[in-house]
Protein backbone atom coordinates (compact mmCIF):
# COMPACT_ATOMS: atom_id res chain seq x y z
CA UNK A 1 0.00 0.00 0.00
CA UNK A 2 1.19 3.32 -0.60
CA UNK A 3 2.92 5.11 2.16
CA UNK A 4 3.18 9.03 0.99
CA UNK A 5 6.99 8.97 1.38
CA UNK A 6 9.08 10.46 -0.74
CA UNK A 7 13.18 10.63 -1.03
CA UNK A 8 14.86 11.14 2.39
CA UNK A 9 11.62 11.46 4.69
CA UNK A 10 10.85 9.17 7.71
CA UNK A 11 8.89 6.30 8.80
CA UNK A 12 8.57 5.80 12.28
CA UNK A 13 11.59 7.71 13.17
CA UNK A 14 13.57 5.56 10.17
CA UNK A 15 14.75 6.53 6.72
CA UNK A 16 12.60 4.84 4.06
CA UNK A 17 14.65 3.84 0.86
CA UNK A 18 13.03 4.74 -2.27
CA UNK A 19 15.11 3.78 -5.03
CA UNK A 20 17.78 5.54 -6.83
CA UNK A 21 20.88 6.70 -5.64
CA UNK A 22 19.35 5.88 -1.90
CA UNK A 23 19.12 2.60 -2.96
CA UNK A 24 22.59 1.02 -3.91
CA UNK A 25 21.36 -2.63 -3.40
CA UNK A 26 18.02 -2.75 -4.73
CA UNK A 27 15.88 -3.24 -1.81
CA UNK A 28 13.35 -0.53 -2.65
CA UNK A 29 9.69 -1.43 -3.99
CA UNK A 30 9.38 -0.18 -7.88
CA UNK A 31 7.76 2.80 -8.26
CA UNK A 32 5.51 3.04 -11.20
CA UNK A 33 2.88 0.68 -9.91
CA UNK A 34 -1.02 1.19 -10.70
CA UNK A 35 -2.39 3.57 -7.86
CA UNK A 36 -5.62 2.33 -5.75
CA UNK A 37 -8.30 4.17 -8.31
CA UNK A 38 -6.36 3.42 -11.57
CA UNK A 39 -6.34 -0.30 -10.75
CA UNK A 40 -10.14 -0.19 -9.77
CA UNK A 41 -11.24 1.80 -13.23
CA UNK A 42 -8.62 -0.10 -14.98
CA UNK A 43 -10.81 -3.20 -13.53
CA UNK A 44 -13.84 -1.82 -14.62
CA UNK A 45 -12.97 -1.19 -17.66
CA UNK A 46 -11.72 -4.54 -17.98
CA UNK A 47 -14.54 -6.08 -17.10
CA UNK A 48 -16.34 -4.30 -19.74
CA UNK A 49 -14.13 -5.80 -22.54
CA UNK A 50 -16.69 -8.98 -21.47
CA UNK A 51 -19.87 -7.32 -23.07
CA UNK A 52 -21.78 -8.11 -25.68
CA UNK A 53 -23.50 -4.90 -26.30
CA UNK A 54 -22.73 -3.23 -29.85
CA UNK A 55 -23.19 0.24 -28.45
CA UNK A 56 -22.15 0.85 -25.01
CA UNK A 57 -19.93 -1.48 -22.59
CA UNK A 58 -20.01 -0.64 -19.33
CA UNK A 59 -18.16 -2.24 -16.53
CA UNK A 60 -18.12 -1.42 -12.69
CA UNK A 61 -16.15 -2.45 -9.67
CA UNK A 62 -17.25 -2.49 -5.89
CA UNK A 63 -14.10 -1.54 -3.13
CA UNK A 64 -14.18 -1.94 0.56
CA UNK A 65 -12.98 0.44 3.25
CA UNK A 66 -9.94 -1.99 2.64
CA UNK A 67 -9.71 -1.57 -0.61
CA UNK A 68 -10.39 -4.97 -1.22
CA UNK A 69 -12.93 -5.69 -4.92
CA UNK A 70 -15.80 -7.38 -3.55
CA UNK A 71 -17.63 -6.99 -6.47
CA UNK A 72 -17.91 -7.08 -10.23
CA UNK A 73 -20.07 -6.85 -13.53
CA UNK A 74 -20.70 -5.75 -16.35
CA UNK A 75 -23.73 -4.91 -18.84
CA UNK A 76 -25.20 -8.04 -20.10
CA UNK A 77 -28.64 -10.62 -20.27
CA UNK A 78 -29.83 -12.06 -17.21
CA UNK A 79 -28.58 -15.50 -16.73
CA UNK A 80 -30.55 -18.15 -18.73
CA UNK A 81 -31.25 -15.36 -21.59
CA UNK A 82 -29.08 -16.46 -24.37
CA UNK A 83 -27.65 -13.20 -25.80
CA UNK A 84 -27.47 -14.08 -29.15
CA UNK A 85 -31.92 -14.55 -28.97
CA UNK A 86 -32.49 -11.46 -27.05
CA UNK A 87 -32.33 -8.25 -28.82
CA UNK A 88 -29.24 -5.77 -28.37
CA UNK A 89 -30.97 -3.05 -30.42
CA UNK A 90 -32.75 0.00 -29.25
CA UNK A 91 -34.53 1.37 -32.40
CA UNK A 92 -37.59 -0.89 -32.67
CA UNK A 93 -41.03 0.58 -32.44
CA UNK A 94 -41.62 -2.44 -30.30
CA UNK A 95 -40.17 -1.58 -26.87
CA UNK A 96 -40.32 -5.69 -25.99
CA UNK A 97 -38.18 -5.70 -29.47
CA UNK A 98 -35.50 -3.39 -27.57
CA UNK A 99 -32.69 -4.14 -25.59
CA UNK A 100 -33.79 -1.88 -22.45
CA UNK A 101 -36.14 -4.45 -20.66
CA UNK A 102 -34.01 -7.00 -20.70
CA UNK A 103 -29.99 -5.96 -20.21
CA UNK A 104 -28.58 -5.78 -16.43
CA UNK A 105 -26.78 -2.59 -16.18
CA UNK A 106 -22.95 -3.38 -14.98
CA UNK A 107 -23.68 -1.61 -11.09
CA UNK A 108 -26.43 -4.22 -11.19
CA UNK A 109 -24.17 -7.29 -12.02
CA UNK A 110 -21.61 -5.98 -9.69
CA UNK A 111 -23.85 -5.47 -6.85
CA UNK A 112 -25.47 -9.27 -7.39
CA UNK A 113 -22.18 -10.74 -8.09
CA UNK A 114 -20.56 -9.60 -4.31
CA UNK A 115 -18.75 -11.77 -2.40
CA UNK A 116 -19.30 -10.24 1.13
CA UNK A 117 -22.45 -10.23 3.35
CA UNK A 118 -23.32 -6.95 2.43
CA UNK A 119 -21.99 -3.51 1.26
CA UNK A 120 -22.52 -1.21 3.39
CA UNK A 121 -19.48 1.73 3.14
CA UNK A 122 -18.33 0.71 -0.31
CA UNK A 123 -17.57 2.15 -3.09
CA UNK A 124 -18.12 1.50 -6.85
CA UNK A 125 -16.18 2.55 -9.68
CA UNK A 126 -18.13 2.86 -12.79
CA UNK A 127 -17.14 4.28 -16.44
CA UNK A 128 -20.44 6.06 -17.24
CA UNK A 129 -22.83 8.16 -14.08
CA UNK A 130 -25.26 5.06 -13.05
CA UNK A 131 -28.82 5.82 -14.06
CA UNK A 132 -31.82 5.77 -11.76
CA UNK A 133 -32.32 2.23 -11.57
CA UNK A 134 -28.81 1.14 -11.04
CA UNK A 135 -29.15 4.64 -8.40
CA UNK A 136 -31.76 2.59 -6.73
CA UNK A 137 -29.86 -0.53 -5.62
CA UNK A 138 -26.90 1.39 -5.24
CA UNK A 139 -28.46 3.12 -2.86
CA UNK A 140 -30.27 0.28 -0.97
CA UNK A 141 -27.20 -2.16 -1.04
CA UNK A 142 -25.59 0.78 1.38
CA UNK A 143 -22.96 1.64 -0.71
CA UNK A 144 -21.92 5.42 0.27
CA UNK A 145 -19.59 6.52 -3.06
CA UNK A 146 -19.82 6.52 -6.68
CA UNK A 147 -16.71 7.28 -8.57
CA UNK A 148 -17.29 7.69 -12.38
CA UNK A 149 -15.53 8.63 -15.31
CA UNK A 150 -18.51 9.56 -17.86
CA UNK A 151 -20.97 11.85 -17.39
CA UNK A 152 -22.30 11.64 -21.17
CA UNK A 153 -26.00 11.30 -19.88
CA UNK A 154 -25.71 14.39 -17.89
CA UNK A 155 -29.01 15.87 -18.30
CA UNK A 156 -31.21 13.04 -19.26
CA UNK A 157 -33.80 12.35 -17.00
CA UNK A 158 -32.50 9.19 -15.75
CA UNK A 159 -29.36 10.87 -14.33
CA UNK A 160 -31.36 13.82 -12.64
CA UNK A 161 -33.27 11.65 -11.34
CA UNK A 162 -29.92 9.83 -10.19
CA UNK A 163 -28.68 12.97 -8.64
CA UNK A 164 -32.12 13.65 -6.91
CA UNK A 165 -32.03 10.45 -5.31
CA UNK A 166 -28.26 10.38 -4.18
CA UNK A 167 -28.49 13.77 -2.99
CA UNK A 168 -31.25 12.85 -0.79
CA UNK A 169 -29.86 9.28 0.51
CA UNK A 170 -26.32 11.02 0.93
CA UNK A 171 -24.36 8.60 -1.50
CA UNK A 172 -21.28 11.08 -2.63
CA UNK A 173 -20.86 10.88 -6.16
CA UNK A 174 -17.24 12.14 -7.98
CA UNK A 175 -16.31 12.50 -11.42
CA UNK A 176 -12.53 10.57 -11.41
CA UNK A 177 -9.18 11.87 -13.61
CA UNK A 178 -7.27 9.40 -13.90
CA UNK A 179 -3.38 9.98 -13.56
CA UNK A 180 -2.89 7.84 -16.40
CA UNK A 181 -4.52 7.79 -19.76
CA UNK A 182 -3.38 4.57 -21.07
CA UNK A 183 -2.80 1.61 -19.20
CA UNK A 184 -1.59 -1.34 -21.56
CA UNK A 185 -1.64 -4.84 -20.70
CA UNK A 186 0.67 -6.90 -22.68
CA UNK A 187 0.92 -11.01 -22.35
CA UNK A 188 4.20 -10.94 -24.45
CA UNK A 189 5.65 -8.21 -22.44
CA UNK A 190 6.47 -10.57 -18.71
CA UNK A 191 10.25 -11.62 -18.75
CA UNK A 192 9.48 -15.20 -17.13
CA UNK A 193 13.31 -15.47 -16.14
CA UNK A 194 13.30 -12.27 -14.85
CA UNK A 195 9.78 -12.87 -12.11
CA UNK A 196 11.61 -15.30 -9.94
CA UNK A 197 9.91 -14.69 -6.81
CA UNK A 198 11.92 -17.04 -4.66
CA UNK A 199 15.86 -17.13 -4.03
CA UNK A 200 18.27 -19.01 -6.29
CA UNK A 201 18.41 -22.29 -6.26
CA UNK A 202 21.92 -22.76 -4.13
CA UNK A 203 25.08 -24.66 -6.00
CA UNK A 204 25.61 -27.85 -5.08
CA UNK A 205 28.27 -27.78 -2.76
CA UNK A 206 31.89 -29.36 -4.10
CA UNK A 207 31.76 -33.04 -2.96
CA UNK A 208 34.73 -33.35 -0.46
CA UNK A 209 37.12 -36.27 -1.92
ZN1 LIG B 1 -28.12 1.48 -14.85
Known sequence: ????????TKQNGKP????GSDNPKGNAKRENYLNWPDYFMAVA?????????????????????????????????????NDDEFPWGKTSEKKVENKYFYVCHAEMNAIMNKIVGELKGCRIFVALFPCNECAKLIIQSGIREVIYLSDKNWNKDECIATRKMFDAAGVVYTKYLPTTQKITIDFSSIDWDTMGQEPPTPKKKRELP
Not at 16 to 19: E, I, L, P, Q, S
Request: proline share 4%; hydrophobic share 30%; charged share 10%.
Open 1 to 8: METGTANG
Open 16 to 19: VANG
Open 45 to 81: YLSSMRSKDPCTQVGACIVNSDNKIVGIGYNGMPMGC
